[in-house]
């Protein structure tokens, strides 16, 4: 193998680095790949997580221990999160955009990637740490922000439905109580889906009552797995008193249902909250 200029390796490091977030890989690895001794590859990760850090990319975190290792985590600063989540809010602040039952149209929102991929970032910092093995959502509107979020934790993304369908093969079936309007709901995973003992964080894109939250959070009882955390989108300031507990919205909205000139959106306060 030809020897491999340092400028060169920079770059193959930050792009296996950045399509594989939260992804432990040895130096050895790298070494192997790039035909260059631990030394010099460790000066090449110094100086790729000063430059991330420099121009708010993520970060490089060393990981110690017999499987350790480098890992790319991508972050969102909390006054660029903070400024992101404000210019959204004004987005969102639209009358026209509250749909009937107090829902906000978001479907525009969630089909460009650049803004729900950033979502998805935020989302995902705030549970590094809790190291789910899964995100959850349930279909349909909740998947691409869920997807973001699996991706920044390099981890899988499990879709419930409201029925099982033949080609996932048998499947777990619970009955939920809408928190809206107290109709009887079916939610389905397949059995093959998720393991005993794993860790699950729910990510959908709206909250109200949070009863179809609570139906995800009683499915991962029947699977015996932990969830982590509930992240949402956009949460409606009322009802005070919701079916789960512990949320995290990007997005606080309130509105008076007869009145839509009245709709506010903003950042959440846990938002407001990070750069204190």
């Not at 491999?4 to 950045?18: G, H, P, Q, V, Y």
Request: aromatic share 6%.
């Amino acid at each position: 193998m030809d020897r491999i200029k340092r400028n060169e390796r920079m770059a193959a490091l930050t792009k296996w680095l950045t399509e594989a977030p939260n992804k432990i890989f040895t130096l050895s690895h790298f070494c192997d790949q790039l035909g260059t001794a631990k030394s010099t590859l460790s000066e090449d990760i110094d100086i790729l997580r000063k430059t991330f850090a420099q121009f708010g990319l993520g970060k490089l975190e060393t990981v110690t221990g017999a499987a350790g290792g480098v890992r790319y985590r991508p972050w969102v600063s909390p006054e660029e999160t903070q400024r992101f989540l404000s210019e959204l809010s004004a987005e969102l602040c639209t009358p026209t955009r509250l749909l009937p039952g107090g829902f906000l149209y978001l479907g525009d929102i969630l089909s460009l990637h650049d803004l729900v991929s950033k979502m998805g970032v935020i989302i995902a910092q705030q549970y590094y740490d809790a190291a789910p093995d899964f995100v959850l959502t349930m279909e349909t509107k909740g998947i691409p922000v869920a997807l973001m979020t699996s991706h920044a934790l390099g981890v899988p993304l499990v879709i419930a439905r409201h029925s099982s369908k033949v080609y996932e093969g048998s499947a777990v079936n619970i009955n939920y109580v809408s928190g809206t309007d107290k109709h009887i709901d079916t939610m389905s995973l397949s059995r093959r889906a998720v393991q005993p003992g794993q860790k699950a964080l729910i990510v959908d894109d709206f909250l109200k009552a949070g009863g179809t939250a609570k139906g995800m959070t009683d499915l991962m009882a029947e699977f015996e797995v932990e969830v982590v955390g509930t992240a949402f989108v956009v949460a409606t300031e009322t009802p005070a008193k919701r079916c789960i507990s512990g949320e995290k919205a990007l997005l606080t909205m309130n509105v008076d249902p007869d009145d839509p000139a009245t709709l506010a959106v903003r950042p959440s306060d846990w938002v407001m909250d990070l750069a204190k």
